[in-house]
């Protein structure tokens, strides 16, 4: 196998061979495919349009704007959560993650973006 091919297997297309001496000397893991895709923070928060969030929580990851509401007392039935930008209205909870957040967001990646 080639260098070339080598570092194609364990780094980004990006990676030039200073990067990966770089890596290497940083101790950092080679990386895979896998790990290659975009930050969760699909929309940083300095990216919110015209500061329209100002009454909420700004989602990086679902680009939204989360009401700041507490549901006490309040429940969803089985296979329903409560939508985060109507407070607490219940929706069908497959539904509404398809709606927010990208197909290739993990629960860990909503979680973060949730508690950031």
Same mark, same amino acid.
Request: with cysteine; hydrophobic share 30%.
């Given at each position: 196998?080639?260098?070339? #091919?080598?570092?194609?297997?364990?780094?980004? %297309?990006?990676?030039?061979?200073?990067?990966?001496?770089?890596?290497?000397?940083?101790?950092?893991?080679?990386?895979? #495919?896998? *790990?290659?895709k975009?930050?969760?923070?699909?929309c940083? !928060?300095?990216?919110?349009?015209?500061?329209?969030?100002?009454? +909420? $929580?700004?989602?990086?990851?679902?680009c939204?704007?989360?009401?700041?509401? !507490?549901?006490? +007392?309040s429940?969803?039935?089985? +296979? =329903?959560?409560?939508?985060?930008?109507? +407070?607490?209205?219940?929706?069908?909870a497959?539904?509404?993650? %398809? =709606? $927010?957040?990208?197909?290739?967001?993990?629960?860990?990646?909503?979680?973060?973006? !949730? *508690? *950031?």
């Amino acid at each position: 196998m080639t260098q070339k #091919a080598e570092y194609a297997k364990y780094y980004p %297309s990006w990676a030039d061979p200073f990067d990966v001496e770089v890596a290497e000397d940083e101790g950092r893991q080679w990386v895979t #495919a896998d *790990d290659e895709k975009e930050s969760w923070r699909v929309c940083p !928060v300095d990216q919110n349009p015209l500061g329209g969030c100002i009454n +909420g $929580l700004w989602n990086e990851l679902a680009c939204e704007c989360f009401k700041k509401v !507490v549901c006490f +007392g309040s429940m969803c039935e089985d +296979g =329903e959560a409560f939508d985060p930008r109507e +407070g607490c209205a219940c929706r069908n909870a497959d539904e509404l993650r %398809s =709606e $927010l957040y990208p197909d290739w967001a993990t629960n860990d990646d909503i979680r973060k973006a !949730v *508690d *950031d």
